[in-house]
């Protein structure tokens, strides 16, 4: 079983920068990919980040540029880095990951919000 927390969201003022982290716990996990999705209220969940654990990176135009994401040597603590913070990228933040085999693990969210 695997948990992750995320830490690190709260109030920033447009043009601002945020850094999300992600810690992975449990035993016998073998995370394979880590995801940031984001969901503002009366939108659909969406992909911001995508880290494999050979080091490919996906992001979305609406974020590419902006967001980096990484993570520690051992895959157990994931970040993004977030800069250039716009009103449009609030929305509750989380970190999910998958195994090998494919099955699929969240995080509880954290909440990020730009003023304008």
């Not at 690190?8 to 601002?16: I, N, S, T």
């Not at 999705?37 to 080091?55: D, N």
């Not at 902006?66 to 929305?91: G, W």
Request: aromatic residues 12%.
């Amino acid at each position: 079983q695997v948990q992750l927390v995320e830490s690190g969201g709260g109030l920033v003022q447009a043009g601002g920068s945020l850094r999300l982290s992600c810690a992975a716990s449990g035993s016998g996990f073998n995370l394979n990919v880590v995801y940031w999705h984001r969901q503002a209220p009366g939108k659909q969940r969406e992909l911001v980040a995508q880290l494999t654990r050979s080091g490919f990176t996906n992001y979305p135009d609406s974020v590419k540029g902006r967001f980096t994401i990484s993570r520690d040597n051992a895959m157990n603590t994931v970040y993004l880095q977030m800069n250039s913070l716009k009103p449009e990228d609030t929305a509750v933040y989380y970190c999910n990951a998958a195994d090998y085999s494919g099955f699929r693990y969240w995080g509880q969210g954290t909440q990020v919000t730009v003023s304008s």
